[in-house]
């Protein structure tokens, strides 16, 4: 994959981007922000790690994952021990990426909080993971049971993450931006009933 940074509207949402694919892509409740005020937009890095081990991300890191992706990281869904902790989220955020999104567990959570980089995953641990298992990247995977793969579009806020596959994000994004301006025209007449009733 390429090192080149992607650029996407600062209006895009997970709704919008959930009303654009009529709901699909979008990934499980239980799997949620870190931290509040969340917001992430980039193109998908596919990490396939094993349950109760993380060393597939480390390995992925060597792999110059692109400026500004989302590491999407499957095949920890029934994980005790964490996916990522401080440290290794410093090592992300150091190599350019702009968030995580894992079906497993973060630990160290105070630490990922103060940094530049967002977290979306089942929940938390103390527990350390194992480094055995290499993994693999570049292939298909699943996290919360949606389909992704490298060059998918994810989108995730406090709402949720959706993702949207790499062949149709120029149609879903005037779906979206379709969606976007009519959803802006009913706030204004809304606003606008409003202040007259208020004279």
């Known amino acids: 994959m390429s090192d080149e940074k992607n650029f996407y509207p600062d209006w895009l949402s997970s709704t919008l981007a959930s009303d654009a694919a009529a709901g699909r892509g979008v990934l499980?409740?239980?799997?949620?922000?870190?931290?509040?005020?969340?917001?992430?937009?980039?193109v998908a890095f596919v990490v396939l790690a094993a349950q109760d081990d993380?060393?597939?991300?480390?390995?992925a890191l060597k792999k110059n994952p692109p400026s500004g992706c989302v590491m999407m990281?499957?095949?920890?869904?029934?994980?005790?021990?964490?996916?990522i902790g401080g440290l290794l989220g410093l090592e992300m955020q150091n190599s350019g990426i702009a968030?995580?999104?894992?079906?497993?567990?973060?630990?160290?959570?105070?630490?990922?909080?103060?940094?530049n980089l967002q977290v979306w995953c089942r929940g938390v641990t103390?527990?350390?993971?194992?480094k055995y298992n290499e993994g693999a990247t570049g292939i298909p995977i699943t996290?919360?049971?949606?389909?992704?793969?490298?060059?998918?579009?994810?989108?995730?806020?406090?709402?949720?993450?959706?993702?949207?596959?790499?062949?149709?994000?120029?149609?879903?994004?005037?779906?979206?931006?379709?969606k976007l301006d009519s959803d802006n025209a009913r706030l204004e007449n809304l606003l606008e009933q409003a202040k007259r009733k208020a004279i």
């Open 28 to 42: 499980p409740i239980w799997i949620k922000s870190l931290k509040p005020n969340s917001r992430v937009v980039g």
């Open 54 to 59: 993380n060393l597939a991300v480390t390995q």
């Open 73 to 83: 990281v499957g095949g920890m869904s029934t994980s005790r021990t964490a996916t």
């Open 99 to 115: 968030g995580l999104v894992t079906d497993g567990l973060a630990r160290d959570v105070q630490e990922i909080r103060n940094l």
């Open 126 to 130: 103390p527990l350390a993971p194992a």
């Open 143 to 178: 996290v919360g049971g949606i389909k992704v793969q490298d060059g998918d579009l994810v989108i995730a806020d406090d709402d949720g993450v959706v993702i949207w596959p790499k062949d149709h994000i120029d149609e879903l994004l005037l779906k979206a931006k379709a």
